[in-house]
């Protein structure tokens, strides 16, 4: 098929495309509503038993056994938060396949997707979504600048821009916990230490309640890290090849599909990012992306 560019701008923007994106949008919303959750009861929640613990005299003290029944619990909630977020991004992830595998055309893999998801729970998601959300944000999905690309060229832009977007993005909400967790426990060791708390009973008064909070920031890290090196290893990837083509050239499509796999599978393990993380960080940051593809066309063209 021939201009590529322009059936990628105008399909992203169709009603089906529209109704894909506004349902796999929702079900991340969701998921960050379950991650939410996870944080209340692993974050402000042993904070405030810490910062309370030091204060209660030696009677009042003998209810800490609750603030560890408490750690116990929550952390059990953990797990179960963690699963239903997995099975959202799930099929989040296999809508968002539907939606690229259309606009951008490149075959659907059943190896790694048996089956399409339903229409019928698409359209359920996508009602969910226009009650209390505006479409507008949904248009324009991929950059306009691959508009007079031709070839599956266009196809390998956008699933660069995939890409470097969720690596910038990933970088920053990085740093950020990091940051977070250790002004927490910095807050945490001033507050014992203007209490008079020996070191052991810093452990089981202070350090221990706390232990979900640290075990959160410390899985955030982790699996955001690991989503990271792993986004980098395919940048390079499509950086590479593209490196060796021209704007009127063809990439191989199971060189595409390879990609596109990944992807899919970038998306399914990567951790959810809070709402607040994701509009607070991609300040800019699609601004930075066109002007990212508009280069790369230019330097294509040459």
Known sequence: MS?????????????PSIKYLAA????????????????LIAVPIPILISIVTPLLG?????????????????????????????????????IQEKFDTSVLLIDWNKTL????????IILRFYNKYIKKNKLDKLYGWYSNEVLPVNTNIATLLCQRTNCSYDFTLRQRYTN???????????????????????????????????LPVFVLAYKQISTNKEAIENLKELKDLI????????INDQVEPHLI????DKIYLKRINSPLLPEWAYNFLKQNLEDEMHFSVKEKVKELTK
């Open 24 to 39: 796999q949008k929702q079900l991340y919303i969701n998921g960050k509503t379950t991650f939410a959750f996870q944080v």
């Open 58 to 94: 030696k009677e009042e003290q003998r209810i800490v056994w609750i603030f560890v029944l408490y750690s116990i619990i929550a952390t059990f909630l953990e797990f179960f938060c963690e699963d239903r977020a997995m099975k959202l991004k799930k099929l989040a992830a296999s």
């Open 176 to 210: 950020t916990i990091l940051l977070l967790a250790a002004a927490t426990f910095l807050i945490l060791l001033i507050i014992a230490g203007q209490n008079g708390l020996t070191v052991p009973n810093f452990i089981s008064t202070v350090l221990f309640p706390s």
């Open 257 to 260: 599909r390879q990609i596109q």
């Open 113 to 120: 997707i048996s089956s399409k998801p339903d229409d019928g």
């Open 3 to 15: 201009e590529i560019g322009k059936h990628i701008i105008q399909e992203q923007d169709s009603e």
């Open 239 to 246: 950086e590479g090849r593209l490196e060796t083509v021209r």
